[in-house]
């Protein structure tokens, strides 16, 4: 039986060096939020993840707000606390994809849940 670990905890990275159409053909993602950059310049990636709910964000340090983050929680508060979330773009997408995991599977109600 596969061991959990408590949420929040570190997990070694497993590193993927593949296309990622192939790298995520059989995997699902229920939220995938997303540099509004990245999906211009690789169209493809919307075609690989086309059972997911795609949220195109700026990649702008504004970004990184608790307004941004209310406005994320109240566009996806009907995706379950199991939902897999993916983070495509770099650090401030990384960082509100981060903050709304750990609120939505930590339970902590946001403003106007």
Same mark, same amino acid.
């Given at each position: 039986?596969?061991?959990?670990?408590?949420?929040?905890?570190?997990?070694?990275? !497993?590193? *993927? =060096?593949?296309?990622?159409? %192939?790298?995520?053909?059989? =995997?699902?993602? $229920? /939220? @995938?939020?997303? $540099?509004? %950059? *990245? #999906?211009?310049? &690789?169209?493809? *990636?919307?075609?690989? /993840?086309?059972?997911?709910?795609?949220?195109?964000?700026?990649? !702008?340090? *504004?970004?990184?707000? #608790? &307004? =941004? #983050?209310?406005?994320?929680?109240?566009?996806? =508060?009907? /995706?379950? +606390? &199991?939902? +897999?979330?993916?983070?495509?773009?770099?650090?401030?997408?990384? $960082?509100?994809?981060?903050? %709304?995991? @750990?609120?939505?599977?930590?339970?902590?109600?946001? /403003?106007?849940?």
């Amino acid at each position: 039986m596969k061991r959990q670990s408590a949420p929040g905890a570190w997990c070694e990275p !497993r590193i *993927v =060096r593949r296309s990622f159409s %192939k790298a995520w053909n059989n =995997r699902a993602a $229920d /939220l @995938v939020i997303a $540099d509004a %950059k *990245v #999906l211009r310049l &690789h169209p493809q *990636v919307k075609k690989t /993840l086309k059972h997911a709910r795609i949220i195109s964000l700026p990649a !702008r340090e *504004v970004t990184k707000s #608790l &307004h =941004r #983050l209310e406005w994320l929680a109240m566009q996806t =508060r009907d /995706l379950p +606390r &199991h939902a +897999r979330i993916l983070a495509l773009g770099g650090g401030t997408i990384g $960082d509100l994809a981060t903050n %709304k995991y @750990v609120l939505w599977a930590q339970a902590i109600n946001t /403003l106007g849940r």
